[in-house]
């Protein structure tokens, strides 16, 4: 009975033990925040550069292809394949230029993490802030409470038979 009845199919056992895509903790270059930043951003503007002069290269050459005058068959079919290649070459770039947009967009809605953490941070402050004051008003309630109280266990203006004294 110890024994596992062999089958075809397949068991998962355990978890896989490689350790995929880790990243270092120390930064690959040495680099302060500003910098990689700025590194960041010139390389953004270096993709929408070059997708932006496909788009105007391939309109050029589009137009300069759709000249007007006598062409025989050859030369008709040669210019519909060039115009289709350029056409689907500026399909690309401008896809290419819309996943960039769409990737900013998220970088700005979802990196905002220094904001998100000082309106935390703020938030912490003032609760802090109002605890302490509740403390505080706790604390001289009781002082007064106590104070009020006299070495006998009574309160002021109270006679041990529990009645209030005239004063």
């Given at each position: 009975m110890a024994d596992v009845p062999q089958t075809d199919v397949s068991r998962p056992s355990a978890l896989p033990t490689a350790k995929l895509l880790q990243r270092p903790t120390q930064p690959l270059v040495d680099q302060d925040s500003n910098e990689y930043l700025d590194a960041i951003e010139e390389e953004w503007n270096k993709k929408v550069d070059v997708e932006i002069e496909t788009l105007v290269d391939g309109m050029a050459d589009i137009v300069s292809l759709a000249s007007?005058?006598?062409?025989?068959?050859?030369?008709i079919a040669q210019?519909?394949?060039q115009a289709q290649c350029r056409a689907e070459s500026m399909i690309r770039a401008a896809h290419s230029l819309m996943s960039t947009i769409h990737s900013m967009k998220l970088l700005l809605l979802l990196s905002d993490e220094t904001q998100i953490a000082k309106r935390r941070d703020a938030e912490l402050r003032v609760v802090q802030a109002e605890k302490s004051d509740a403390q505080k008003k706790v604390a001289a309630l009781l002082d007064e409470l106590l104070s009020s109280r006299r070495d006998d266990g009574t309160f002021d203006g109270e006679r041990r038979d529990g009645r209030l004294q005239a004063t």
């Open positions: 007007i005058g006598d062409k025989d068959k050859f030369r210019e519909t394949f």
